[in-house]
């Protein structure tokens, strides 16, 4: 596991868009495993102006979501197929038909997930995940108390992550209780694994998932036995991590070498 810690979140982003340019640049048909939320927002940005500056393409790069609410049409605005449109895929060369997001209007829920696993499988596995993290440890939506062996299924949100994601819509009974989700055991088969994690909010969360026990009440934890993860933090969310200097050392080392 790499730790890069950065002042902002915007340089932190950047670091973490180089990382993908570079898969991109060696390998035009990547598969990328995309995430939503906040988080991800600024490293989208980075991304599509690296494209618009045409250093890199997306034409031949495929994509598979993490996650979609339950229930939500994908032309709802705080739908996950929504969001990736207006955020990245609106903006980029990449041909809409190969990015792919859950359907949350699936009337078969298992048979959705089967086949979107099946769909990443017959791809050739995702080359690079990008993750956030929730405040309470979790990765896609992988609540605490999922299985690390977890596959992708219908899953119930805790009422921390409903709290948190009522921000987005009008009001509370309006956020969705259920998503369709990949497992952590999904997520733990990507060949390299890209968290970001930003604001105070965040920082016993990355604590839990770097210096806590490898635990389902922290899924993000399971990253700890992924052989290529990678955290990218703002200073506020490293803030709890008693290693942060060593990690940052060792994190810039191991970006350069990537990078050269
Ligand atoms: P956020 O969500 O990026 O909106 O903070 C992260 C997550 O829940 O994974």
Not at 15 to 25: S, W, Y
Not at 87 to 94: A, E, G
Not at 106 to 112: G, L, Q, R, S, T
């Amino acid at each position: 596991m790499e730790i890069i810690v950065c002042k902002t979140k915007e340089e932190a982003s950047r670091k973490a868009a180089a990382l993908v340019a570079a898969l991109v640049k060696k390998n035009p048909k990547a598969v990328l495993g995309l995430a939503t939320g906040s988080t991800p927002i600024p490293l989208y940005k980075e991304l599509i102006a690296l494209n618009k500056a045409k250093k890199i393409s997306f034409k031949q790069v495929r994509s598979w979501n993490l996650d979609e609410y339950w229930g939500l049409p994908p032309t709802h605005d705080q739908s996950y197929r929504y969001f990736m449109d207006t955020n990245l895929f609106d903006h980029v060369d990449i041909a809409k038909k190969s990015t792919h997001v859950l359907n949350g209007l699936a009337k078969d829920a298992a048979k959705e997930c089967a086949a979107y696993e099946k769909a990443i499988k017959a791809a050739g596995g995702i080359d690079l995940q990008v993750l956030g993290i929730g405040s309470d440890g979790h990765i896609a939506f992988n609540e605490p108390g999922s299985s690390l062996a977890s596959r992708t299924r219908l899953v119930s949100l805790t009422p921390q992550t409903v709290k948190d994601n009522s921000r987005f819509f009008k009001k509370a009974a309006d956020v969705p209780r259920y998503a369709l989700s990949m497992g952590v055991g999904s997520i733990m088969e990507a060949k390299r694994v890209v968290l970001l994690a930003f604001g105070a909010n965040k920082a016993a969360a990355v604590a839990g998932a770097v210096e806590g026990g490898v635990s389902q009440f922290c899924t993000a934890s399971a990253l700890q036995m992924h052989p290529d993860a990678w955290f990218f933090c703002d200073a506020a969310a490293a803030a709890k991590l008693k290693l942060r200097k060593y990690y940052t050392v060792r994190g810039e080392e191991a970006l350069a070498r990537e990078l050269a």
